[in-house]
């Protein structure tokens, strides 16, 4: 059993930045793939970005990709999640998940998941 717990979430003015973190109980946290979802008010829960067991491969969605940055510290179980360049639309609850040794970030195929940190972003 993996207890995956979240924090970093907050108010932003548009533009700037936050960092979320996610710490994970347990032991073969490096065997572990490490993803990144959020859900907005109404809408479906999505796949932001991922990091690999192996090699720690990055992932990313396109709406993303040049302003957030997901990395892991294997020593302290550790997950992060660099936003820059924030923007209203990336308001949403934002959940860590992890899926045993594989590098799918399938929104139906994670195992364990945290309870989530709200980020709100003003314009």
């Known amino acids: 059993q993996v207890q995956l717990v979240e924090s970093g979430g907050g108010l932003v003015q548009a533009g700037g930045s936050l960092r979320l973190s996610c710490v994970a109980s347990?032991?073969?946290?490096?065997?572990?793939?490490m993803g990144w979802f959020r859900q907005a008010p109404g809408k479906e829960r999505e796949f932001v970005a991922g990091?690999?067991?192996?090699?720690?491969?990055?992932y990313g969605t396109d709406s993303v990709k040049g302003r957030f940055t997901i990395s892991r510290d294997n020593a302290k179980n550790t997950v992060y999640l660099q936003m820059n360049s924030l923007k209203p639309e990336d308001t949403a609850v934002y959940y860590c998940?992890?899926?045993?040794?594989?590098?799918?970030?399938?929104?139906?195929?994670?195992?364990?998941w945290g309870k989530g940190t709200l980020v709100t972003v003003s314009s």
């Open positions: 990091i690999g067991w192996s090699v720690g491969t990055t």
């Open positions: 998940a992890a899926t045993y040794g594989s590098n799918s970030f399938d929104l139906y195929g994670m195992d364990y």
């Open positions: 347990g032991r073969t946290f490096s065997r572990y793939a």
